[in-house]
């Protein structure tokens, strides 16, 4: 660990000195320093910071989304292909092992639903940024686990009187498998549950900690190993592991930047048709 940086130098300092690294005064100087870089600031922030890195030769891991318009998405895309550095965009769910197995694991598919609730979490921010924030993970991962383009069917998005996010609701269809995708701002409850119906077995996981699985054999339940930390169930761990191997073994990451911009084309279709039907 080289050291970190932030425009808050003050709480910048309490961190560095909770784990004993050095701080940097300038993004520039800790960019000369290093060979890898993970970016965790304001969206609006992205693009400017991670051309200066890749401009500088570093690989980059960033949150999710990669940037806050598909344009900007798409000149660093191409800037970290002609730099030949990788660009990671962090979907932590994609490693969160519960997901894995059921990506893995189960086929013929025919309905996956995934909903991600909120107790009470209306604004304060407009419904795009909640939508390209929060939502982004429910379609990124149901569009991963369905292996295939998917085609938005129709949706309706609720905003409230201040234009802020109340209830999302959507339907897709990829290949012969219907996906079904919905977030409420103010639920009463802080949930995620997945539910796969496949041939011959039902699927249900709940908060990436919960396995509920029925077919004609019989009931099972599964619950994660007493080891494993909350990083580690919600793919945390394995996304940051994955990208320090990837630049190890000079081999390219599993979400890249364009591979991380599916989900993202997929919101900004959503939010351009709100509560129209899509041909």
């Given at each position: 660990m080289v050291?970190?940086?932030?425009?808050n130098?003050?709480?910048?300092?309490?961190?560095c000195?909770?784990?004993?690294?050095?701080?940097?005064?300038s993004?520039n100087?800790?960019?000369?320093?290093?060979?890898?870089?993970?970016?965790?600031?304001a969206t609006?922030?992205?693009?400017?910071?991670i051309?200066?890195?890749?401009?500088a030769?570093?690989?980059?891991?960033?949150?999710?989304?990669?940037?806050e318009?598909?344009?900007?998405?798409?000149?660093l895309?191409?800037?970290?292909?002609?730099?030949?550095?990788?660009?990671?965009?962090?979907?932590n769910?994609?490693f969160?092992?519960?997901?894995?197995?059921?990506?893995?694991?189960?086929?013929?598919?025919?309905?996956?639903?995934?909903?991600?609730?909120?107790?009470?979490?209306?604004?304060p921010?407009?419904?795009?940024f909640?939508?390209?924030?929060?939502?982004?993970?429910?379609?990124?991962?149901?569009?991963?686990?369905?292996?295939?383009?998917?085609?938005?069917i129709?949706?309706?998005?609720?905003?409230?009187?201040?234009?802020?996010?109340?209830?999302?609701e959507?339907?897709?269809?990829?290949?012969?498998?219907w996906?079904?995708?919905?977030?409420?701002?103010?639920?009463?409850s802080?949930?995620?549950?997945?539910?796969?119906?496949?041939?011959?077995?039902?699927y249900?996981?709940?908060?990436?900690?919960h396995?509920?699985?029925e077919?004609a054999?019989?009931?099972?339940?599964?619950?994660?190993?007493?080891?494993?930390?909350?990083?580690?169930?919600?793919?945390?761990d394995?996304?940051?592991?994955?990208?320090?191997?990837?630049?190890?073994?000079?081999?390219?990451?599993?979400?890249?930047?364009?591979e991380g911009?599916?989900a993202?084309?997929?919101?900004?279709?959503?939010?351009?048709t709100?509560?129209?039907?899509?041909?």
């Amino acid at each position: 660990m080289v050291g970190a940086f932030s425009p808050n130098q003050s709480k910048a300092k309490l961190v560095c000195d909770s784990y004993r690294m050095p701080l940097f005064s300038s993004i520039n100087a800790l960019a000369h320093q290093c060979d890898a870089i993970f970016v965790h600031s304001a969206t609006k922030s992205h693009f400017e910071v991670i051309k200066l890195l890749l401009e500088a030769d570093v690989h980059v891991y960033v949150d999710k989304p990669l940037t806050e318009l598909i344009e900007q998405s798409e000149q660093l895309i191409q800037l970290a292909a002609r730099r030949q550095k990788m660009l990671m965009v962090g979907f932590n769910r994609r490693f969160s092992p519960f997901y894995l197995a059921i990506k893995q694991d189960i086929k013929n598919i025919a309905s996956i639903r995934m909903d991600k609730h909120r107790m009470d979490s209306v604004g304060p921010n407009d419904f795009r940024f909640t939508l390209l924030d929060d939502y982004l993970h429910v379609i990124d991962t149901i569009m991963w686990i369905a292996q295939s383009n998917a085609k938005l069917i129709s949706g309706s998005i609720h905003k409230t009187n201040t234009d802020e996010l109340f209830y999302a609701e959507h339907h897709m269809q990829a290949g012969q498998c219907w996906l079904t995708t919905s977030m409420h701002r103010k639920a009463g409850s802080q949930q995620e549950q997945l539910v796969v119906i496949a041939e011959d077995s039902i699927y249900q996981i709940t908060n990436m900690n919960h396995w509920w699985s029925e077919n004609a054999v019989g009931i099972s339940e599964k619950k994660p190993a007493n080891w494993d930390s909350i990083l580690v169930q919600r793919g945390f761990d394995g996304a940051i592991r994955h990208f320090i191997d990837s630049v190890s073994n000079q081999t390219q990451p599993l979400i890249s930047g364009e591979e991380g911009l599916k989900a993202q084309r997929m919101v900004e279709k959503m939010i351009s048709t709100m509560n129209k039907v899509s041909g």
